[in-house]
């Protein structure tokens, strides 16, 4: 099995920065794409940004050069650095990991979410 911990979401002002974290742990072989999704209330999850394993990103439209995506493989982490946010952005923030188990089995987990909050 394999368990994701997320952390850094909370209550910001419009414009204000927050920085997600969220670590990997458990049976892990090798980490492909590492990623971060966003859902608000009453509306469908979408992908903020996604990182792969060889430092490739891709961003949701939303975004517009506000979030970067980042990934420590020694520690199993990623990260998402968001600046000038705004109260559209609130939604809980749920990391994704595609894993590679030692007999070549790939999967897809989900962190449990962290709850990001943008006041005006």
């Known amino acids: 099995q394999v368990q994701l911990v997320e952390s850094g979401g909370g209550l910001v002002q419009t414009g204000g920065s927050l920085r997600l974290s969220c670590v990997a742990s458990?049976?892990?072989?090798?980490?492909?794409?590492m990623a971060w999704y966003s859902q608000a209330p009453g509306k469908q999850r979408e992908l903020v940004a996604q990182?792969?394993?060889?430092?490739?990103?891709k961003y949701g439209d939303f975004v517009k050069g506000r979030f970067t995506i980042s990934r420590e493989n020694a520690k199993k982490t990623v990260y998402l650095q968001m600046n000038s946010l705004e109260p559209e952005d609130t939604a809980i923030f749920f990391c994704?990991?595609?894993?590679?188990?030692?007999?070549?089995?790939?999967?897809?987990?989900w962190g449990q979410g962290t709850q990001v909050t943008v006041s005006s």
């Open positions: 994704n990991v595609r894993v590679m188990n030692i007999i070549g089995q790939t999967n897809e987990y």
């Open positions: 458990g049976a892990i072989f090798r980490i492909s794409t």
């Open positions: 990182v792969t394993s060889d430092g490739r990103t």
